[in-house]
C-alpha cells in the first residue's frame, strides 16, 4: 500500500484529468483531504504544495508531487523519480524573480543592500543573497498575494510563469533567482523497498505516458500510393508510421503519432500535397 | 415520441456525459427542467431520482433512469429494461444501512424494539423491522441530512457509497438492509407498444455501449513478430484484438480494447516484455 | 503575428475546446480579456460579439469570430472567411425575431405603425420596417433582457435558437427579421498580405476540421467477411470506410467516420445484422 | 435546556436576522446542522420545515418554527404557541392552490374527478378532495419544482405568496385549498413542564418583539408647541407618542412608533404641517 | 400607479438598502426584472441604467433612477426631480475620462486628431471633440471593459470613481470630458399630472431623508450641567441639539444628529472635554 | 497619514462592519488589497493574520489589528494598544490545543518524545516542549487543514473556538498551549510619534465603542411612576438611566443601555412588573 501525497489548489482538476488518462479515476469531494480511488493499493491525501516534500522526507507518505522549489526551500532530502511537465499553456518552467516596482531605483541585486525583501521562498532567497555576498536587512516570510507588497518593501521574491501578474502589478524584474518544474518525488526509505518501488515506477510510466499524450493527437489519413514516399518524409521522424494498404490498391492508410503543435502545421501541407481524409484522434497514453 | 425522466442533482453531470458518449447532444440550461436534446424523436424532463419510477408508473413519462431503491420504496409497477452502472470512482453498488452514533448500545436490530428509526426510506426500512419481527416505536421520515439526525432519535437508515459521511458523523453500522444500482425502467404499456419498444432497446443498447466504455480504453502497440504469441498470451482473453502487418516486417501492429484497471497493469509488462509504441485511446461506446 | 478577436461570454467554452481540438492551448485567465495560446504567431483578444466585426473593420485586430447578425448591425466592410457552425443541441441557425405579448392584439408587422419596438438590432429592425413601408414611432435599443419589455413597449426583437425565452415569456412571434450563423472573419487589408492570408486559410481550415469532428465519430467493427458488401451497403457514401483483414480469416475489420445522429441508428442495425465488436471513439479533427 | 428546531432554506438568514434583534448571535456555519448560539440554555438543531412538526410531536426537540401547513399535512399533535410572520414583503399568508395549465379545460375541481394530482402537500390535497366528494385517480408526491410537472399531470396544488411562479409557467389557479403562516411549536410535554414552559413563554415575547419592530421605526421630529394638538392628532392612536420639551420653549419634541408602511405617507404630511428635524430610527424590539 | 425604472447590476443592492431605510421593503429574485414592493401604488422595473433615460422620455415608465451621463447621452427630455448621491466610499461624482496608455506619446486632446477613441458614451465623446475643434476619425462603441483596449486603439474615454482600475491597467488621463451623479427623473406628461407628481414629491422626500441618514448618525451623550454651554459650542451648528435634564441635576441628557464623518474627530474631544455615556445608534431617515 | 494592516480572510466582513459602526466607510473589492476608506489620513492594506505583526514591527506599517497567538509566534517586538474582542457568538477566547485521534494511545504530552507534531505555529509548540522539557523529534509546519494530519503524524496543535472541527476529525484534546484574543497593535517608532498616537488611540477608542455597540441595544420603556424604584432596582447598575416625563404623570419614560444577553432575561421580568411600551433599538457605539 502506497500513501501518495498531491498538491491541492490550482493543480487540483490538472492531476485528476491526469490520473484520468494514466487510468485511475479520482473521486474528489471538496470537503475531503482523502479523495478516494479505485486502485486499493494506493491511498491519496491532499497537501498543500509547500508542504508535500517534508511530508515525503519524514516517512508520513511514500510519493508525492510537488515542485522542485519547494524540494529545496525545505531542504528536503528525498528521491527524484521524474518530472511531470503539467503546466499546458506554455512548455517554460516556472520562474522565481526579484522584481521591484518599475519606478523603483533598484537596478540590480547589489542595490538591495540593506534592504527588506519579501518572499514565499525564505531559505532560497536568503541563500541567494548570500552567494552574492549581498547582505540584506531582512528576508521577510510572505503569506501569499506578495505581488501587492512590491510597494511596501524594498523587493519581493514571486513566481511566475507568464510574467502577467509583475505586469498588472507594474513590477520590474532584476533577476531570476531559481527556475522550478513538478517533479515525483519519493522517501527514501520507500525507494528502497522492492514492492514499494516496482509500483511506484509503474505509477511514474503511466502518469509519464498522459502526461506526454496531453500535447500528442493520432492522425490517421489517406495516402495516394504514388506520394507515399513525398508524404512520408514530411512527417516526423520520431515515431515510425503505420502503412496499411486500402481496398482501393492506389491509396494507402497511414496512421502517426503528433505534437499538436506540429499537427497545426503538418496538416495544411498535407492538404495542399494530395493527402486527403485526415482525422486526428484524442489519445490517453503515450509510453516509449 | 418518447417522454424519458432524467434523474436531478448529483448525477446529472454524469447523465449529460453519457448521453454524449451514447450520441446524443444535451443542453442543460440550469433554469429549465426540460432539457434539450438533438433527437426530435425524445422529449427529456428532469426529476428528483425519487419519484421517477412514481410517474413512470403513471405513464406520465415512458422511460427513465433512477434506482433499485426508490423503484422498491415506491413499490412500483414498472418494467426494468437494464442496469446503467453510473459510479465511476467504486463499482460497488449503493447500500442502505442501519446505524447508530459509535457511542449507542445498540448492537442489533433487535435492540431497536420500541425506538425511532428516520430515514428517506420509510416503507422499506418498515417492512425490514416486520420482516425480522420487530416492533417499532416509529419510522419517521427524513428529509435529507439523515446522519445528523442519528443522534436525535435511536437509529438511522441511511444510503452510504463509501461510508465516508458514515465515519464523519462517527455512526457505526449495524445492518445493510439493501444494496441498490441505476436502472434503466420503462411504464409498462410503452413497453409493449412495438414503436417504442424499439426505440427504448436501440436506446438502451446506446447508453449501456456508453457505459462499458467508460471503464476501457484502446490501446495499440507494436510488437516483435518473433514474440507475438507471447505477448497475446499477455492479453485479457475476452475481446480478440486485431493484429495488422508494419512496414517493417519483423514487427506487427496489435490493437485491443481493454478495462482501465486491466490497462494499469498490463502496460508495464508489455514494456518490459519488449513492446514499444503503445498508445491508448479514449472511447465512446463499446458494444457486444 | 495575426490579432484575433474571440467572443467573450457564452460561446467562450465551446471557443476553448474548439481551439483545443484545432490543437491550440489556450489559457484564459477570468480577470484577462487577453487569453494566452501556446503559438507565438497568434495574439487573442476578448470582445462581445457584438463589437467584434467593427475592430477587425477598423485594422484593430486582423481576424475574429462573431455572428453574421451583428456584422450587418454594424454595416462592417469585411473578408467573410467561412461559417463556424458552434451550437451543438441544434444545427439550426439563430434567428432574430419580431415578437409580441401572447394577448397583444398585433398580429402582423403592419399593426406596428406608429409604435415603439425595443431590441440589441436597432438598425436592422429599422431597416425591415423601411423596406416594407412601415412607419414605426421608434426603434428603441435595448441593453439585454429584451423579453422582459415586451409589456412595456409594443413589440420587440429579440434573437431565439429553440424558442424557450419566448414561451417562458409567453410572447408570440409575428415574423423573422433575420437568421444569423457564426462568421470567422477578416479585416480586408490582412487578407490581401499574404503571408496574414497564409495564416488565416490555415487557422480557418483546422477550425473548421475541428468544428467538423464535434459531430462525428470514429466507429470500428469486426464484420463476417460473407456479409461484408451488405455492411458497407448500410453505411454512409460519404466517406470511404477502411477495410482490414484479421487474424480469423472469415472476419474483417472495417473502420468509418459517421456522423454521431447517424451512428445513433446505424449501430442497432449493425447488430442485428451480425456485426460485433462495435466501438466508437471521439475525434478532434476531420478535414476533407 | 431547550432542543430548539429552525427551519433549513430560505427562511435561514430572516432567522438568524429574527435571533439577532431577539437578542441572540447564532453562529451557522454552512456545512452543519447545529448552529451556535450565545445563551447555554438553548440548542439549536436544523431541519427542512417539513419535518419539524413530526420531531416537535416525537419529543426530539422542545420548540420549533414551521408553518401550519406541514403542521397539518404531519397531522402533528403539538402545542401552536404563537404565529411568526416571517415574510417581508408582504403581510398575505402563504396559499396552496389547486392549478392547471393556462389552456387546460379544467375549470373547476369537480373536472379533476379521475385526474392525477401532483403537489408535495398529499395528505391535505387527498383531504380537500374527500371534502368535496370528488375522486380523483392519484394523488402523487412531488419532490419540489411541482410547478413544471402541471403539463405532466392533470393539476399541481403548489404554494405561492405572489403568485409569480405560477404566471411564469403559464398556469391558472382553480381554487385556493388552504393558508398557512410560520408558527412556533412546542412538544406537548415539554409545554406542560413549568421551567420548559417559562423559558419557551419568555422566547416567545423576545422573538414577536423582534418580528413586531421589522415593521415599525422610532420616529423624533420637532413640533412647534402651538400646532402641537394638530400633529399629535395626525399621529396613530395605537401607542401614546412621548412628547418632551425643547430649549427652545416654542417648539416640543415628540417621538412615537410607528408602522413602517404607515410612516411613509405619514412623513410628507408631517413636513407640509410644520414639523421639522424628523429623522426615523430602526428598532430591534416591540413589546407591548 | 407610478412604474418605477431601477438600475440593474451594482447599484442594485444599494437600491435595495435605500428603499428600505425609505420604508418600502423590496423583494428582489435573481430571475425577474420585475422587483415586489409593498407599496401597491408603485410598479417596479429593473433597467440598465443605461437606457432608463429613454423609458422614461417615452412614457414606458414614469420615474427612474438613473445618472446624470446617461441622460446626456441619450439627449433625453426627462424632469429632474432631484439628486440622489448613491456612493458611499467617496463623496466625489463619477468622471468620465479621456486616457491613454502611460507610455503613448499622446499627451492633449490635439495629438488624437485623426485616431480611433474608444468608449460607452459615443455621442458625448464626438461633442466633446467637435466643441474642441478637433476632428477623430472614429469614436467607436464600446461594450463594456473599455479600459483593456486603449492600447488596441488610440485613446478611451471610461468612467472613473477612484481611478483604481485606470492605475491598474497603466493608463494616464488626458482631460475629464464630463462627471456625473445619480438622479431621480420623471415623465415630463407624469409630473403635470398633479395625483402622480404628488406621489412622485412624496417618494424623492423619502429617499432623499433616507439617504442622508446614510452618512449620519444620532449621538447621546451625558454632559455636567457646568460645561454645557462649551460641549454646544463644539457640536455642529447644523442642527439644534435637544437638551434634557437627568435625574442627577448636575448633568443633562444631550442628542444630536451629525454626519459620521464629523462624529469620529467630535467623540474623542468630547471624552477630553468631560463628557461621558455617549453612544450612537443609526438612523433611517433625516428630513429637513 | 496612517498605514493601517487588517487581517483577510474570514474576519474580512466583521472587519467592514466594525470600522461601519466606528464611523469609516471601507470599500474592499475582491481583487484588490487596498480597501478605500473615506479618511484621507487613513491607507488600508490587507494582509494573512499571520504576518501582519511581522510589518507593524517591521515599520512597514503603524499599525494592525492581528491575534495575540501570532504576535508571540513570530516574536514581534510590538505596541500592543487594545484587545478587540471581535469574535460574537462566544465570548471565549480562541485555543490552540495539542490533540491526537480519539483511538489514539497519546495520553499525554510526555507520551510525545520523539513524536512528529504538526502545526501552523512551529515555534510556539516546539518552545511548549522544551518548557515542559520533553524531546520531540520534530515539530512540522502545516499550511492549513491541520486537523486532517492527526492521523498521519503523532499529534497537532490546532486552533479551536468552539471545538466542533476536532470533534468533527475525532480527535481528543490533551493540553492547552496557548489562548489567545484578537489586538491592536502599533509600530514602536509610530506610537512615539505624537501625531501618529493621537490618531491612533482616537481610532482605538471608536473601535472599541463599536465593538461594545455589537453587544448592547438601548432600552426604552414606559414605566408606572409608583413602581419605578421598583423597575429602576431591576435595572443593571453598571450604567445610570435617563429618566423623563411623560404627558401623563402617572408614568415615566426610562432609557437605559444594557447588554443584549442581560436584555433578554429582563425584558420579560419588566412586562410581568408592569412596565408597558418596551422598545430596545441597536447602537452603533458605546463609550465610557
Redo the contacts between chains.
Sequence with gaps: MLRVGLP?GSLQESTVDLFDR??????I?Q????P????PDLQL?M??A??IS??VE?G??DIGITGYDWIKENDSNVHQICELAYS????APARWVLAVPEESSIEKPQDLADG?ICTELVRTTSRYFENLGISVK?V??????TE??AR??DAIVDITE?G?SLR?N?LRIIDTIMTSTTRLIANNQSWNDPAKRHKM??LA??LQ?AMA?REK??LKMNVPRESLDQILAMLPAE??P???????SKWV?VEV?VE??V???L??KL?RAG??????????????
Design positions: 491541492k494514466a487510468g485511475f479515476k479520482l473521486s469531494s470537503r475531503s483531504y482523502f478516494g480511488i479505485d486502485d491525501i497537501f498543500r509547500q508542504e517534508r511530508y519524514d508520513v507518505i499546458r499553456s506554455t512548455s527588506i531582512k521577510e516570510f510572505s503569506w501569499g498575494a501587492v507588497k511596501l518593501v507568464t502577467s498588472a507594474n515506477e509503474d510510466l503511466l505516458g499524450a493527437v493520432g515515431r515510425s503505420t502503412v496499411s494498404p486500402l481496398a482501393d492508410a503519432i499538436e503543435s499537427e497545426r502545421d496538416v495544411p492538404i493527402v486527403t481524409g485526415i482525422i486526428s484522434y484524442p489519445l490517453n497514453k503515450v509510453i516509449a
